[in-house]
C-alpha cells in the first residue's frame, strides 16, 4: 500500500491534488491506516498510471473519468475527439507561426522558426532530381494515401486555401 505523499511522489502530484482526485471520484485509495490516512493499492496505481497518460495528453478531468468509467467505444469517441482538437490547434498554432514569421521580416528567421515554406520545399525537391511531373507524380500519391494529411501538409507551407484546393484537385 501507498501513502498520498509517496504516491504523489511517483507521480510528481501535490497531495491537494490527490485529494481532489478522490473528492470528485477519479482515484479514490483503497483502504484507509488506523490513522484514517488513504492508502492506496497496486490497482490504484495501475488507475493513477492511467490518469497520468490521459493528463499528458491533454484530457480534462472529466473526459478522462468517462473513460475509465466506460466501454472501449465510448474511450474511441473521446480520443478521437481530443485528436481533432489537437489537430485544430496545430493548424491555428502554424498560421499564428507563419504571421508572426511574415511579420519580422527576417529570411534568417524562417531557418529559426521551425517552419519551411512552398519556396523551400520545392527547392528541396529539385536539388533531390525532381522535375515538375516527379512532383505531380508526389503530390497525386500523398492525395490518395492520405489525403487529410497532404492538405494539413500544405497548409503547413503556407500555401493559400485555394492553392490547397488546387493542388488537390489536381492530384486526384
Request: net charge neutral.
Amino acid at each position: 500500500m501507498y501513502t498520498v505523499n509517496q504516491l504523489g511522489k511517483m507521480y510528481n502530484l501535490s497531495r491537494s491534488t490527490l485529494l481532489y482526485y478522490d473528492k470528485i471520484g477519479l482515484l479514490k485509495p483503497s483502504a484507509r491506516s488506523e490513522a484514517n490516512y488513504r492508502l492506496y493499492s497496486k490497482n490504484d496505481l495501475k488507475r493513477m498510471e492511467k490518469i497520468a497518460t490521459y493528463r499528458e495528453a491533454g484530457l480534462s478531468l472529466e473526459s478522462i473519468a468517462d473513460i475509465l468509467n466506460s466501454d472501449d467505444t465510448n474511450s474511441t469517441t473521446i480520443l478521437e475527439q481530443r485528436l481533432h482538437s489537437l489537430n485544430r490547434e496545430i493548424s491555428e498554432l502554424r498560421k499564428q507561426q507563419q504571421l508572426v514569421v511574415a511579420l519580422l521580416g527576417k529570411d534568417s528567421l524562417v531557418r529559426t522558426a521551425k517552419i519551411m515554406n512552398k519556396e523551400q520545399w520545392v527547392n528541396i525537391l529539385r536539388s533531390s532530381g525532381m522535375d515538375e511531373d516527379d512532383m505531380h507524380r508526389w503530390h497525386r500519391e500523398f492525395e490518395r494515401d492520405l489525403p487529410e494529411v497532404h492538405q494539413d501538409f500544405l497548409e503547413s507551407l503556407g500555401c493559400s486555401p485555394e492553392e490547397v484546393s488546387s493542388i488537390r484537385k489536381w492530384s486526384q
